[in-house]
């Protein structure tokens, strides 16, 4: 996890743990399935998580996440994969 403040709509730590292995487990088959060419992730999952809930607990166009989440471009991204 990157070094910033907390948000309120950020997942708990317990939460996390939850969800974890399921992301990872996604992450990991996708990687696999792209035959070792393109770009590797930048982004934590958690982060995107974080940036997913912010967005839902504050009804704002993800055009407008802070920038202390990865770009609303890749936070989209994922959300629409999920």
């Given at each position: 996890?990157?070094?910033?403040?907390a948000?309120?709509?950020?997942?708990?730590?317990?939460?996390?743990?939850?969800?974890?292995?399921?992301?990872?487990a996604?992450?990991?088959?996708?990687?696999?399935?792209?035959?070792?060419?393109?770009?590797?992730?930048?982004?934590?999952?958690r982060?995107?998580?974080?940036?997913?809930?912010?967005?839902?607990?504050?009804?704002?166009?993800?055009?407008y996440?802070?920038?202390?989440?990865?770009?609303?471009?890749?936070v989209?991204?994922?959300?629409?994969?999920?």
């Open positions: 996890m990157t070094d910033r403040r948000y309120p709509s950020d997942s708990s730590d317990a939460r996390w743990a939850l969800v974890e292995p399921t992301l990872t996604w992450r990991k088959a996708r990687t696999e399935r792209a035959l070792a060419f393109g770009r590797p992730p930048e982004h934590e999952l982060d995107l998580l974080d940036a997913i809930l912010y967005v839902d607990r504050t009804p704002i166009p993800w055009r996440l802070p920038h202390d989440y990865p770009p609303w471009e890749a989209y991204a994922y959300f629409a994969r999920w």
